[in-house]
Nanobody
């Protein structure tokens, strides 16, 4: 099981980024997927999740209305569209397969002017 995140970078407050998670080694369409984040000196924080067929989506309170999770079961990818970014969104963003307890290495997102 492998998940690899990409798409992070430096963005100004109010800007947007789109994160990508490429999955392999398991039947992707059978599993829900999640995004978490970890800021320096803090624990991992839930960001968003999506069910296997995209019918159920859930978001952490700090990102509701600004972030959108989606997936493509043909391409084995899950994406996170992040809009109206704030400095407090700065963190390493990690892709997760909850039922397999599999984590990627993460991609750094820095929101700063």
């Amino acid at each position: 099981v492998q998940v690899v995140e990409s798409g992070g970078g430096l963005v100004q407050p109010g800007g947007s980024l789109r994160l990508f998670c490429a999955a392999s080694g398991f039947t992707f369409g059978n599993y829900g997927m999640s995004w978490y984040r970890q800021a320096p000196g803090k624990g991992r924080e839930f960001v968003a999740s999506i069910s296997s067929a995209s019918s159920i989506k859930d978001y952490g309170d700090p990102v509701k209305g600004r972030f959108t999770i989606s997936r493509d079961n043909d391409k084995n990818t899950v994406n996170l569209q992040m809009n109206n970014l704030k400095p407090e969104d700065t963190a390493v963003y990690l892709c997760n397969v909850p039922m397999l307890n599999s984590w990627g290495q993460g991609t750094q997102v820095t929101v700063s002017s």
